[in-house]
């Protein structure tokens, strides 16, 4: 179990551009969380996942936003057109999902400035 | 909706002392409870949880944690701080009519001084 590991762990970009990140969950884990956090404040859901399925969506996911979790494994969220606001910390979270214990771990983020 | 209210967002204790921070919880139905730990630059980690059955909840470094119904309330606390306590806390709610996202609150900043 090497925990859930996140990629890049910074990126720093120009507003306008593109960019994409990506989340390795824990192994057996079937659930995949997306949260974002700013300076100062609690982390906020964005999406999760159970298995390839996106089953739920933030109103804080805005049409720039968009995740895939293709085979169930890994996820990439990919923000298109950055601004400023985008700059956060993008938090990734998985679960062994079904039972009202399922448990969040997180990754150790990637920190996104854009310029 | 659920919401998570962290009393004191910054919160200085001496080593050795009390440590209590403050987390107070609105859900329509019995929630599942959760404190977390953030170092500077890293993500969370999970230092304790409530789901069902004893209220009072023992985490990791000596942290615990007690759910009280009637106070809606889950306040975290460790008997006497050490310096590598210091770092940012966070209450969370998962369930209780909110789905499998958790609702975190704004953390609280524990400081542990000499």
């Known amino acids: 179990d090497t925990g859930v590991s996140q990629n890049p762990r910074h990126k720093i970009t120009k507003r306008g551009q593109n960019v994409t990140f990506r989340c390795d969950p824990i192994?057996?884990?079937?659930?995949l969380y997306w949260y974002r956090q700013t300076l100062g404040q609690g982390p906020e859901f964005l999406t999760y996942?159970?298995?390839?399925?996106?089953?739920?969506k933030s109103r804080l996911l805005s049409d720039r936003f968009s995740a895939e979790r293709p085979k169930g494994s890994f996820s990439t969220l990919e923000i298109q057109r950055t601004e400023q606001g985008d700059s956060a910390m993008y938090l990734c979270a998985s679960s062994l999902g079904g039972g009202g214990t399922d448990t969040q771990y997180f990754g150790p983020g990637t920190r996104l400035t854009v310029l | 909706a659920q919401s998570v209210t962290q009393l004191g967002s910054h919160v200085s204790v001496s080593e050795g002392a009390l440590v209590l921070l403050r987390c107070n919880y609105s859900?329509?139905?019995?929630?599942?409870l959760f404190w977390y730990v953030q170092y500077p630059n890293q993500g969370l980690q999970l230092l304790l949880k409530?789901?069902?059955?004893?209220?009072l909840v023992k985490g990791i470094n000596g942290f615990e944690a007690e759910f009280k119904k009637s106070e809606t309330s889950f306040h975290l606390t460790k008997p006497s701080a050490h310096m590598s306590d210091a770092a940012e806390y966070f209450c969370?709610?998962?369930?209780?009519?909110?789905?499998?996202?958790?609702?975190f609150g704004t953390g609280t900043q524990l400081k542990v001084e000499l």
């Open positions: 969370a709610v998962r369930g209780g009519g909110g789905g499998n996202k958790l609702t």
């Open positions: 996942f159970q298995n390839e399925a996106q089953l739920e």
């Open positions: 409530y789901t069902t059955g004893a209220t």
């Open positions: 859900s329509s139905v019995p929630p599942y």
């Open positions: 192994s057996e884990h079937n659930r």
